[in-house]
């Protein structure tokens, strides 16, 4: 056998394939060879560095946080308005109900307690809760950031979600 024909067995057969197949074909090698490579550096078979990779998006996915709003009912009666509208907590959490309980605590010492007026998940809730935040600045209350004096019609707004397109985008976009 000589030389030329050992090579062109190692190669194996020529096969004709489109541009677009070809180009295809070279990213899935190359991804399995850059999983390749992390499977020996992390020490891993390839069956455990897929099952590390879902449990991590798992873990990602799990960490999406919600924002939520919540009112300030009893204490001395200052925080109602006429309008129906009052003192509201713009805030996030993973668990907005289990947050309130934190903050309705006795070691909070708060003067009222906080009831969930509504609670949506957003993919960047960081961002939307500091969009909200800034959308109500005028009427935070002095030297907080987290406490505005809404009105009915400011606390249907965020029940509805009727907000402008820059916080809608924080809500749906990952890392608007």
């Known amino acids: 056998m000589s030389s030329e024909s050992v090579q062109r067995h190692k190669r194996g057969p020529k096969k004709r394939l489109s ?10 090698e190359e991804c399995i060879k850059k999983m390749d490579d992390l499977c020996k550096m992390l020490n891993l078979s390839r069956s455990e560095f897929a099952r590390a990779s879902i449990v991590k998006e798992i873990k990602r996915m799990d960490k999406k946080e919600s924002v ?13 308005r006429e309008d129906g509208g009052g003192l509201y ?9 289990r947050r ?5 605590s006795p070691s909070t010492k708060l003067p009222y307690t906080l009831e969930l007026v509504c609670s949506f998940e957003s993919a960047n809730a960081d961002l939307t809760e500091r969009m909200l935040q ?12 987290e ?6 019609s400011d ?12 916080i809608i ?7 608007a």
């Open 89 to 97: 907590k713009i805030g996030r959490s993973k668990d907005p109900v």
């Open 134 to 145: 800034k959308y109500f600045e005028s009427k935070a209350t002095p030297n907080s950031h």
């Open 155 to 166: 606390v249907q707004l965020i029940t509805m979600r009727s907000f402008p397109p820059e």
């Open 68 to 80: 939520y709003l919540a009112r300030a009912v009893g204490g001395i009666g200052i925080f109602e």
């Open 169 to 175: 985008h924080s809500i749906y976009q990952e890392y």
């Open 19 to 28: 541009n677009t197949a070809v180009v295809t074909f070279n990213f899935e």
């Open 100 to 104: 309130l309980a934190q903050l309705n």
């Open 147 to 152: 406490y505005f004096m809404l009105s009915s």
